[in-house]
């Protein structure tokens, strides 16, 4: 054990040294973006300078950790079965914020030991801010500690959607709370989650490399994570299997669930919610 905690220290060393790296490639490119790759659809985008980051990032993982599986959004998959440590790093969260030079895009970096996320790192390259927790250890912002509101009532609450195609979740609670923001990176929802600046977030599809790092910074500073029934929401590096995902500060939790189990009031939709399905 002493050997694994010494491991995942050096790892979030090695993750914090990667990710300042990879920033500066991508302050350099942003805002000047000049080809754009579709991948799946016209809002699945990729660019050099996610590659680019890709690179620096995987790079320096390899240098320090060679018996280490990386699984990457944009490069390696290697879910290495056998070995204790995965790495599962998003090169630039946010790309179509990027690519329309919005600042509002992250790195994040996480890192798993039997599965579970462990260690998480997030960075911010344009306020060079940078998120990081250890499970069951510290969690910062920089090197101040963060801890999540403890907001129960959702009339004061800010909430964030992530990816909601179908745009319930923003219907429904932009009437019962304060706000709903759409803000455009996941990794960075979850550490806005941590810190205070929101008292929940939603985001249906989540992929691994989306949430890993975020997951482990929010839980450190006292955020809870379910799905859309309630049940404890569970990592996995099947990207066959997408997850939806609802992260609270804790005290707001059971409200947004009941509001859930009881259906969503959005016009022309049946009272349960049915996400396998379009319509009434
Ligand atoms: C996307 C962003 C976006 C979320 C999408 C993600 P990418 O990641 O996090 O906010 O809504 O679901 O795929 O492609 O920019 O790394
Ligand atoms: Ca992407
Ligand atoms: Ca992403
Ligand atoms: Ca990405």
Partial sequence: AEEGVDTIERALTIATEAAEAAGEPLRELHGQVESIDVKSDKSDIVTEADHQADRVITTVI???FPDHAIFSEESVRQTNADGDYTWVVDPLDGTGNFAHGNPNYSI????????????GVVYIPETDELFSAIAGGDVRKDSEPIVTTDRDSLDESMLISGYDPDG????HFYQESRGVRRLGSAALNLCYLASGSADAVWERDTYPWDIAAGLVIARAAGAEFTDETGEPFEFSLDTDEQRTLLGSNGSLHPEILDHLESGLAVPNRSKSVDFAQDGP
């Fill in 62 to 64: 390899r240098n320090e």
């Fill in 108 to 119: 994040s970096i996480g890192l798993l030991e039997d599965g579970v996320p462990v260690m």
């Fill in 168 to 171: 319930t979740f923003l219907t």
